[in-house]
């Protein structure tokens, strides 16, 4: 073994394999591979290995394309062929019109990336699988992609692949601990010796928590046990004269495949068990949990139901292992929050089908410091502070109960909640608000006009279409409140905080103690990685001058990592995250000037405190903080509450607004808002895979000014001409938003894709943003957009169609 490489990857399952080999792939040949034991000998070797295509976002099935084409690639080697079932076909099975929708969506999100799905009825369910009865089926998503692998000759052949091109693979050798330096190399200890390296990654399978630990780091990663059997021949199959497609079972939570002449069936049962949450004995390897069939009862009679043939035919096999999950269901892939030079690549439920896509994506982070696709789905920022190891394993079981179970849009899903709270939860519950969850916190979506009041979800305008329009009524003819939870905010201090932000933002910041501007951050490659309002606040008794940079709720860790990490060692600024101590409180509308005059001493006029100020004063008895800023376009404060005020300051607002009939609104409404006032949504419409001006952005970008992260980049982008524009689209249809992930057609060619939308309600517009080619980003022009995967006229428009010269916000 060598005692230094440029990278080690710790484990040797799927993850660990696809890592190295891709390294390898984008030209980092000095690394190496240790596992505790052989290749495979985690979850990988005992895996149903079923890989399909099918993803609920494009970079989910870019991914996943990825893997098939390498798969097919290591089936064709003549010199290590890999067994590859591909292109047995895959059904996903429906029985309600909501499931039926969620399909033809996805089928169109697939669409987008060059994969063909097919929606089908129940009848052509049953011919394209001869096992199958009708009953109780709508129909279903047809995969024709889908088939299964072998674990161990992929996980080999990888291994090998990486060998050919430089790597070193070190089994039988645990990794003991790790050691980070100040230059923020790593030594990682083994039973066979150190070695000395400059970036580390954990793809440690189930026991991703041992090697965090070793780094002081408790991944949000929890196991469950996951079962399957396979049966004794079935003669149909034979008598079918072709493969049996796969099946996966939304209704009764179970999926099969061929094995030979019989099937394999895997359960995602109620009764279902986390695993290793006290910790994992040292011998589990190459081994398995032991059979519990007992429990998957209630699973086994929809399968019967489904497949009459499985009630004569007999169990050859029973296998029982441990299963990652999340908190989302996505796995964790890229940097770990908080370290420098620390990757992973865990918690993978699906692995041996998205396990070559995710290597490749997390190969290239590592390289090039970002993927192709945007990885934001995927990254394990994406959770923070309460991510703890509890949350998880409920998250993880509700997770596995719901398998095929996809979430509708505005789907908040009730285990572990509520995880994180201000002290106006209970008031808001009790003022009827319906909660939803971002990042953990608790946020209103919209206050129910009745105690009783129930969404239908799913993918068309339903009965919170009339709450919402009621909501934005209230707003922009009076005036509104919302609370805003969680919402990301660092307070940076020092002489250099400005100089700093001048380097990280790529237009202009603003440097006026009382001023607040609106700035995005760009990555080496001039695509864009943030967007932040910055505010100045003048020294007062409360604290020195300083800067208050705000952001997306879940960017916390995110943008916090992207900060740090670009400090010079000389510069001076301090950055302290507020995150959790205070929380916003919105007025919008054209009377909010009037609430907040009488709740606050203090002249609020016009000329006194215009757009985009900056103010600390009290609300009430409240200290707080408002900023003069609007996401509705209507004219709005942002008023900032430490959480201990946050009570008071919200009984003042109320009393005040009670003489203009102030109502309570919710992040719906505000949705709807800032569509017609053309703002976008970080990680929605903002993403790594676009620059500024491909995103409409041209304004917030200064290439004049000095030198910037991301500015070379952007200048040669610039030169090149755009990839892409974004635009917004008015659709021709009062049935359903268009959602993100949609493909756009021009000419019977897909040429785009849509982001986000929503219904206008002032403006009566069906609104959505789309990526579109940049030939076909004039006013005017006539697309179709996939609706629920129908295709609907729709038009471009001036982005941001309400109130175009800002006269509202600036009132
Ligand atoms: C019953 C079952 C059926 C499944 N079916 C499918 C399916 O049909 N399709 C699909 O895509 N996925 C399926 N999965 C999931 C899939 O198998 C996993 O996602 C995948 O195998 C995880 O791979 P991994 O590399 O992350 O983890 P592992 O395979 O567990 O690999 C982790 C490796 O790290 C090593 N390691 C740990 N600690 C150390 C240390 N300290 N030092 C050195 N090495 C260490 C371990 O020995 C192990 O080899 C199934 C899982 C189960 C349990």
Redesign the pocket.
């Known amino acids: 073994m060598r005692d230094q490489a440029r990278v080690v990857v710790?484990?040797?399952?799927?993850?660990?394999?696809?890592a190295l080999y891709h390294l390898t792939q984008e030209g980092w040949t000095d690394v190496m591979l240790?596992?505790?034991?052989?290749?495979?000998?985690?979850?990988?070797?005992?895996?149903?290995?079923?890989?399909?295509n099918f993803g609920m976002t494009q970079t989910m099935v870019g991914l996943k394309t990825h893997s098939i084409n390498l798969y097919k690639e290591l089936r064709d080697d003549p010199e290590y062929p890999v067994g590859y079932n591909y292109g047995d076909g895959g059904i996903r099975l429906a029985n309600t019109a909501e499931q039926m929708d969620g399909y033809r969506h996805f089928a169109s999100v697939a669409a987008g990336m060059g994969v063909e799905f097919e929606v089908i009825d129940a009848e052509e369910c049953a011919r394209r699988h001869p096992l199958i009865s009708t009953d109780n089926l709508l129909g279903g998503l047809w995969d024709p992609t889908d088939g299964?692998i072998d674990?161990a000759q992929l996980?080999q052949a990888l291994a090998r692949r990486a060998r050919l091109a430089g790597a070193e693979v070190n089994r039988h050798?645990?990794?003991?601990g790790l050691t980070q330096h100040a230059d923020s190399t790593w030594t990682v200890h083994?039973e066979k010796g150190d070695v000395k390296c400059e970036i580390v990654v954990n793809?440690?399978?189930?026991?991703?928590n041992?090697?965090g630990a070793?780094m002081g780091v408790q991944h949000p990663v929890a196991s469950m046990?996951?079962?399957?059997f396979l049966t004794e021949d079935i003669p149909a199959i034979a008598e079918a004269g072709h493969r049996i497609p796969l099946l996966r079972c939304p209704i009764s939570d179970y999926?099969s495949?061929q094995e030979k002449g019989g099937l394999l069936l895997?359960f995602y049962e109620q009764d279902c068990r986390t695993w290793g949450m006290d910790g994992i004995d040292p011998h589990f390897?190459n081994a398995l949990c032991p059979d519990d069939l007992e429990r998957v009862t209630d699973v086994l009679e929809g399968a019967f139901e489904r497949m009459p043939a499985l009630m004569e035919t007999g169990i050859r096999e029973i296998?029982?292992?441990?299963?990652?999950y999340t908190i989302d269901g996505a796995?964790l892939v890229g940097p770990i929050p908080g370290k420098r030079n620390a990757y992973c690549?865990?918690?993978?439920?699906?692995?041996?089908?998205?396990?070559g896509g995710h290597g490749w994506l997390l190969a290239q982070q590592i390289v090039h410091g970002e993927a192709q696709y945007d990885t934001w789905v995927i990254d394990p920022r994406r959770f923070t502070g309460h991510a703890t190891v509890e949350l998880t394993a409920l998250k993880a079981i509700e997770d596995y109960q719901n398998e095929f179970r996809f979430h509708f849009p505005h789907e908040h899903r009730p285990a572990g909640r509520p995880m994180k709270t201000t002290p106006l939860t209970t008031v808001l519950v009790a003022e009827g608000a319906e909660m939803g969850t971002v990042n953990g916190w608790e946020r209103v979506d919209y206050i129910k006009p009745t105690p009783d009041f129930k969404e239908t979800l799913g993918f068309r305008f339903n009965e919170v279409h009339d709450v919402v329009a009621a909501e934005v009524k209230a707003v922009s003819t009076g005036v509104g409140m919302t609370e805003v939870s969680g919402f990301n905010r660092f307070e940076l201090t020092g002489h250099d905080v400005h100089s700093f932000l001048d380097r990280m933002f790529c237009g202009t910041v603003t440097k006026r103690a009382g001023r607040v501007g609106l700035g995005y951050l760009l990555n080496d490659h001039g695509l864009l990685k943030g967007e932040a309002t910055v505010a100045n606040l003048p020294a007062s008794d409360r604290g020195p001058e300083r800067v208050w940079y705000g952001s997306a709720a879940a960017s916390e860790f995110h943008d916090m990592d992207w900060l740090q990490s670009h400090l010079r060692a000389d510069e001076d600024v301090t950055i302290t995250s507020l995150t959790n101590s205070q929380t916003i409180l919105v007025l919008a509308g054209p009377k909010a000037r009037d609430v907040l005059a009488a709740a606050s001493r203090g002249d609020w006029s016009r000329e006194a405190f215009p757009w985009l100020s900056v103010r600390e004063t009290h609300i009430g008895i409240a200290p707080a903080t408002v900023l003069g800023v609007s996401f509705s376009g209507e004219l709005a404060y942002e008023i900032h509450v430490p959480n201990e005020n946050l009570h008071a300051a919200y009984a003042a607002l109320r009393k005040a607004g009670q003489a203009h009939d102030l109502r309570l609104f919710g992040a719906r409404a505000v949705d709807s808002m800032r569509v017609e006032k053309g703002f976008l949504h970080w990680k929605a419409d903002i993403l790594t895979e676009f620059d500024p001006f491909e995103t409409a952005l041209d304004r917030f970008v200064k290439l004049d000014k000095g030198d910037f992260i991301g500015k070379a980049a952007l200048l040669k982008r610039v030169k090149d001409g755009p990839q892409v524009k974004l635009v917004t689209l008015a659709i021709d249809t009062e049935d359903a938003p268009a959602h993100g992930g949609a493909s756009v057609w021009y000419d019977g060619a897909i040429v785009g894709t849509v982001t986000s939308g929503d219904w206008g309600h002032r403006t009566g517009l069906n609104l959505a943003y789309a990526f579109v080619n940049p030939d076909l980003a004039q006013v005017d022009t006539a697309l179709t957009v996939d609706v629920i995967g129908a295709p609907v006229s729709a038009r471009v428009i001036a982005t941001g169609p309400y109130d175009p010269s800002y006269a509202r916000m600036r009132a």
């Open positions: 710790i484990g040797g399952g799927i993850a660990g394999c696809s240790i596992e505790r034991d052989e290749l495979t000998s985690g979850t990988t070797w005992h895996s149903a290995a079923q890989v399909t299964h674990p996980c050798t645990p990794v003991t083994t793809a440690g399978g189930y026991r991703c041992e090697i070793m046990e996951h079962q399957y999926y495949r895997g390897t296998v029982n292992g441990p299963i990652t796995p690549i865990i918690g993978l439920r699906a692995g041996l089908g998205e396990g």
